[in-house]
Nanobody
Framework: QVHPVESGGGLVQAGDSLRLSCTPSGPTFEPYVMGWFRQAPGKEREFVASAHRVSDGSIHYADSVKDRFTISRDSTKIAVSLQMNNLKPDDTATYFC??????????????????WGQGTQVTVSS
């Protein structure tokens, strides 16, 4: 099965920026929604941002990252990126890219996505 592949994680200091990228592992149809989630040790996986099909154009952010993170969906290929600015230690987590291959109302919840990447680690030191 085709799945998302994340890249771009790393170790940075508070206030720095990182850009995560996500592309499918092989040919696939355009997902209805491409989302980013994160999971810190001992915590549940939480919604970060989502970008809906280009024809829809909807974009959503978690309150904790609004005004610092920007999600972008490439209109010419199946790819999504997450520009993360002014990173904070609380942003430390494994970041997962996910695809919703069917229409969903739960774009803000893990239940809305049926294909997941392996994750990329983001560590922000204070």
């Amino acid at each position: 099965q085709v799945h998302p592949v994340e890249s771009g994680g790393g170790l940075v200091q508070a206030g720095d920026s990182l850009r995560l990228s996500c592309t499918p592992s092989g040919p696939t149809f355009e997902p209805y929604v491409m989302g980013w989630f994160r999971q810190a040790p001992g915590k549940e996986r939480e919604f970060v941002a989502s970008a809906h099909r280009v024809s829809d154009g909807s974009i959503h952010y978690a309150d904790s990252v609004k005004d610092r993170f920007t999600i972008s969906r490439d209109s010419t290929k199946i790819a999504v990126s997450l520009q993360m600015n002014n990173l904070k230690p609380d942003d430390t987590a494994t970041y997962f890219c996910a695809f919703a291959t069917k229409p969903t109302l739960y774009w803000h919840h893990t239940e809305g996505y049926d294909v997941w990447g392996q994750g990329t680690q983001v560590t922000v030191s204070s």
